[in-house]
């Protein structure tokens, strides 16, 4: 029997409000953000689909969300590491993480831009099988119950509606002190790229395969 397809997506989320959180007596380089909504349909042009991620989507992902490189700008689209997530609370609204950032330049320029409301928009990178244990068409919306988050972005421009955004900047000690996190379901497992790879899709495959993925203008998503 073949493999189910394995398929690479970006979406990005936008929201006006943000609120920026400097703890005391911290460094004030954890951002707190809701990475994905749930529950919230919207058109995905390019795929010629409606789409929807449901409660506990990422939910086998909470115990390796370090796994998971925050970036400013998506890699595929020439952006930087800027650092990696956290921790993370899988809520019945979305996906709510938490990322460390660097102290390198671009890390530091873009604390500065979030800090002046100049970033508000949050991207994320992820994979997902076409098998219906991952993903089922109801009434015309691919509704995604699992998909594998590789990329957090912070990004200048939304693609997906205003469900998403930076919710504050706080040290890695407050983290610490409200950190949540589950049990994975049923022995599931984070996937290593060596498992990604073995549903044969070589590393330069998967590579090339992430960088021609665009990212959608905020005009054509959400109409």
């Known amino acids: 029997m073949p493999k189910p397809e394995m398929i690479t997506g970006v979406r990005t989320y936008e929201i006006d ?19 994905v909504p749930y529950g919230v349909t919207i058109d995905v042009p390019s795929e010629g689909i409606r789409e929807q991620f449901v409660h506990g989507a990422f939910a086998h992902q909470l115990p390796a969300l370090h796994r998971v490189q925050g970036t400013y700008l998506h890699q595929s689209q020439g952006g930087e590491v800027i650092g990696r997530l956290h921790s993370g609370e899988d809520l019945p609204t979305g996906l709510r993480v938490s990322m460390r950032v660097s102290n390198t330049q671009r890390g530091n320029d873009t604390l500065e831009l979030v800090r002046d409301k100049a970033i508000t928009q949050v991207s994320i990178g992820f ?19 699992k998909a594998q988050m590789f990329e957090v972005a912070l990004v200048p421009q939304g693609a997906y509606g205003r469900n998403a955004t930076v919710l504050g900047v706080r040290s890695l000690a407050d983290v610490l002190r409200t950190d949540t996190s589950i049990d994975l379901d049923d022995g599931e497992e984070f996937e290593t790229e060596d498992e990604l ?12 395969r992430i960088r021609s993925i665009p990212l959608l203008p905020a005009s054509l998503i959400g109409r």
């Open 127 to 145: 994979r997902a099988k076409q098998h219906p244990t991952w993903a089922r068409v109801i009434d015309g919306v691919t509704t995604r119950t």
């Open 17 to 35: 409000d943000i609120d920026v959180e400097r703890a005391e007596g911290g460094d004030g380089r954890m951002l707190t953000m809701q990475a």
């Open 197 to 208: 790879r073995a549903e044969g899709m070589s590393l330069d495959e998967a590579r090339n």
